[in-house]
């Protein structure tokens, strides 16, 4: 869109020196074009006036207006009625034109229009400040692309010709080929063509959908960066976070601050200081105080570690839940810790790995690692690998039943462990207690 600058810079620019002073009556004569009816001159008031349906070339430039006028003493410049001018392939358009050449400041007003080629702008006035090179409309305004799907809209428009930037404030609308923004302030740079805007803000891009309070977004590169009470979704995924970077080509975020990943489909959560997710790459991950959650059915399962990974398939799906260092987790009435945990969403088990420890109820399970098992949605079994060991109080604590081998299967019913295989080198210590309380031991 740099195009655009050339239109609003020559279009109006074109009004600073299309009168210098006394062009009309020595310099640089007007050529009259057929349909102009009459040229007046008042010695007294220094007034040019071009009057009856004006036609009229000025080094090369055309312009047309029903009349004119030019005050060489004030310095000022007129024109009413059906205002169009033409320069190269720029046409401009206006109901009224004034312009005062000793301040270079310009005002069109009464359904404005600029165009050439390629794009248009349509307002109700504009007013342009050759001095300080800025044109200014305050009563909404559209700019639209003729070749394109690009049009931006706004209560008030900045442009800055030298500098290549528009600002753009109330109610800001842009849309180019499925991307839509609706923001309080937008700031565009056309010759980076990078979007920068202020206030609550909603970008939507295809299926993706965008909401910040800042941030900036580079329409070629398709890129973003989201500050404040950030929240990206797409389908029943949602992302949010207090800074997050967004790449919509590589379908990358990178997301900081409270950052939480949530897949209602799944129906799991991730929580993180930190959050890194990729469709290409098919994996999300959150790392600092990070947490998952996971509703089975009527529970949830939470896991918490250093750094958490989410394993997606080629439909995107979540296959597996990875954590790493200081694991912990919690279901229904089991709690257990690691260095290391597994989760595999398919087929319905954890693996602990590295000094694993699991509490159920009244028991203790230790190994190398630790395997749990679910069954529609409740605990089943537990598999207990290397150095494997279980302890289970007796008699609120009084005594301690203890048992130890190569391997362990533990049997649940509900949140209770009600039966214990031990294979490979075992050894026990066992209280026995009533035959209705009794534990099913088997070495």
């Known amino acids: 869109m740099n195009k655009l600058n050339y239109i609003m810079k020559t279009a109006l620019v074109f009004f600073a020196v299309f009168f210098i002073s006394k062009v009309i009556a020595q310099k640089y004569p007007i050529v009259l074009l057929p349909g102009s009816q009459k040229v007046e001159y008042n010695k007294r008031t220094g007034e040019h006036r071009l009057l009856g349906t004006v036609n009229f ?15 060489e003493k004030t310095q000022t410049i007129k024109a009413y009625g059906n205002v169009q001018v033409q320069k190269d392939d720029i046409n401009l358009y206006c109901d009224s034109f004034y312009y005062k050449t000793s301040v270079k400041y310009a005002k069109l007003w009464g359904n404005v229009r600029i165009r050439d080629s ?7 006035s504009i007013d342009y400040d050759a001095k300080n090179g800025k044109a200014i409309y305050r009563n909404y305004g559209k700019i639209e692309s003729i070749v394109s799907t690009e049009k931006i809209s706004s209560k008030t428009g900045y442009f800055y010709p030298e500098t290549k930037n528009v600002s753009f404030g109330g109610k800001v609308k842009y849309y180019k080929d499925g991307l839509s923004m609706t923001t309080d302030t937008l700031k565009f740079n056309y010759a980076k063509q990078i979007a920068y805007f202020f206030g609550p803000t909603f970008i939507k891009n295809d299926s993706i959908k965008l909401n910040c309070n800042k941030g900036w977004y580079d329409v070629q590169k398709e890129r973003a960066q989201l500050f404040k009470s950030v929240k990206v979704s797409k389908d029943e995924l949602e992302i949010t976070a207090d800074t997050l970077y967004y790449n919509s080509k590589t379908n990358e975020i990178r997301a900081k601050g409270n950052a939480q990943y949530v897949d209602r489909k799944e129906n799991l959560s991730c929580f993180g ?5 990729s469709d290409e790459k098919k994996f999300a991950y959150a790392t600092g105080d990070a947490m998952a959650s996971k509703i089975i059915r009527d529970d949830t399962l939470f896991i918490s570690s250093d750094t958490i990974l989410l394993v997606k398939d080629s439909l995107l799906n979540i296959q597996n839940v990875k954590a790493f260092h200081n694991v912990s987790f919690w279901y229904k009435g089991m709690a257990g810790k690691s260095d290391s945990s597994y989760y595999d969403v398919s087929r319905n088990f954890i693996l602990l790995r590295k000094s694993p420890i699991i509490w159920a109820e009244n028991t203790e399970l230790k190994g190398d690692s630790i395997r749990v098992f679910l069954k529609d949605s409740i605990v089943d079994s537990a598999l207990v690998m290397g150095n494997a060991s279980a302890i289970m109080e007796v008699d609120s604590g009084n005594y301690y039943n203890q048992v130890s081998g190569k391997k362990i299967i533990a049997q649940f019913k509900g949140e209770e462990i009600t039966k214990v295989d031990v294979k490979g080198n075992a050894w026990t210590i066992f209280y026995p207690i009533s035959e209705e309380k009794s534990l099913h031991l088997s070495i």
Do not use: H, P, V, W
């Open 118 to 124: 390629e794009y248009k702008i349509t307002t109700d």
């Open 273 to 277: 200081k930190q959050l890194f997710s």
């Open 57 to 71: 070339t000025y080094k090369g430039n055309r312009m047309y207006c029903d009349s004119a006028a030019y005050n």
